[in-house]
């Protein structure tokens, strides 16, 4: 099955600063996700942005989806040290199908 | 319901011997979902059930793995035989979907197995 490939693998940045991390596809979607899934935890719905849909926010998320490009973004502004955690962006079937995902790391 | 919880936390168990995982998702959601995850990967996606119907398993999934859902609510995921490979997380999720494409998952805090 298709699913979406996250990028960087690694990403480390000091609290204050924005972060951003990019999403992949090869097919066609209806929507894509965001996931977060803090170190040993099960993973957390962030949000959900459908194909017709350009730009959402959630707070200090926003979510970019082009789909020319068939890529997604997620940027966090103004991160946390809670923020440190891995992202991914599955795609949907009858099952959501997740790549390696993004490390984000967030120094105090 | 808070939310989806899963049964034990952490199982230690030697080689060889059965293993059993529970999940209990929350009350009024019709789908659940058994994923697998090791270490610096995603979630694999193992099995799923509709009510008590399951619907997809994986190619991946071993002929030891079994999983049900009786009566449509909490579900058991049971490894026989248990080999070190199978060394993982082992994640619940479920969606209270109706279309074709699953949306929004409610994932449990998984079942950590240690096979030595």
């Known amino acids: 099955s298709q699913q979406g490939e996250e990028d960087p693998q690694a990403l480390s940045i000091q609290e204050g600063e924005n972060a951003t991390m990019n999403c992949s596809y090869k097919t066609s979607i209806n929507n894509l996700q965001w996931y977060r899934q803090n170190s040993g935890r099960g993973l957390v719905h962030l949000i959900l942005i459908r194909s017709n849909e350009r730009e959402k926010h959630s707070g200090r998320l926003r979510v970019t989806l082009d789909t020319s490009k068939k890529s997604s973004s997620l940027l966090i502004t103004a991160s946390r040290a809670a923020d440190t955690a891995s992202y991914f962006c599955?795609?949907?079937?009858?099952?959501?199908?997740f790549g390696k995902g993004t490390s984000l790391l967030v120094t105090p | 319901d808070t939310g989806v919880s899963q049964d034990p936390r952490h199982k230690i168990t030697k080689r060889g011997q059965n293993v059993t995982f529970r999940c209990d998702p929350i009350?009024?959601?019709?789908?659940l979902y058994w994923y697998r995850q090791t270490l610096g990967q995603g979630p694999e996606f193992l099995t799923y059930?509709?009510?008590?119907?399951?619907?997809?398993k994986s190619r991946l999934l071993s002929d030891r793995f079994s999983a049900e859902r009786p009566k449509g609510s909490f579900s058991t995921l049971e490894i026989q035989r248990t080999e070190q490979g199978d060394s993982a997380m082992y994640l619940c999720?479920?969606?209270?979907?109706?279309?074709?494409?699953?949306?929004?998952?409610?994932f449990g805090s998984g079942t950590q197995l240690s096979v030595l």
């Open positions: 599955p795609l949907s079937g009858y099952a959501l199908n």
């Open positions: 999720a479920s969606s209270s979907n109706v279309g074709a494409r699953v949306e929004k998952l409610f």
């Open positions: 059930f509709q009510n008590e119907a399951q619907l997809e």
């Open positions: 009350s009024e959601h019709n789908r």
